[in-house]
Every structure is written in C-alpha cells, then in structure tokens.
C-alpha cells in the first residue's frame, strides 16, 4: 500500500509522507508549516472517526458523538481548512475516508437532518 501524502501549500511549500493509514497533515501557521502524520483513534464507529478527523484539522475540541454538518463534510472533501491565521490541508487514510462515505451516503436536501447529519 502506497504512503499517505499531503502537499502544503507555497509558499513555504512542502509535502508530508506518512504511513498508509495515518492521516499526513500539514499546518501553515502566521507562514511557518509544520507536518504531522497522525494515527487514527481505535475505534470501530465511522462518526467517532469523523469528529476525531475534525478536530484534528481545526484544533477545536468535539465530542465524538457530535453532529456532522454540511461545512465539516466540505472541510472533509475540499482537503482544506482555513481560519484567521492558519491553512490546514490534509490527506485521509482510508480508514477515515470510508467512515466519511459511510456518514454522508443517505444525505437528503438542505436543511434535513439525516442521522448523524444536519444539512445547513
């Protein structure tokens, strides 16, 4: 199985090589980057794994029962997460990348909660 990689973004640039099932994560922070290769929480659930993803990349704290919106599942598919002074691009193993399929499957239209899901 190839390696988990993730390029940042230039400037400054640079990539993260990490395991195949760890997640690569590079954090640009006020222009300096910093890498990560970060393993997965051992647990079976596909909605814990999404909320322990989430704050991984944003550095805020969730539960990992929390609702799933429809801007963290953009975060999770766009690979990016901006905030006042930080870009976060990453990269899912698979392990992490199934449980986002498996969450965001039995979506409806906006406004709907599906499950674990509110579409705002």
Known sequence: MA????????????????????????????GVVRHQCLDPIKRPDSLSLVNWALSEITGNVRSLNSIITYRDIQVLTRKKFESSNTIVTFSLPPKIQ???????????????????VVLV
């Open 98 to 116: 199934r449980a986002l399929e498996d969450i965001t499957r039995d979506q409806g239209g906006n406004d709907q909660e599906m499950g674990n």
């Open 3 to 30: 390696n988990n990689i993730c390029n940042c973004p230039n400037p400054p640039g640079g990539q993260v090589v990490c395991e195949p099932h760890q997640m690569a994560v590079c954090y640009i922070e006020g």
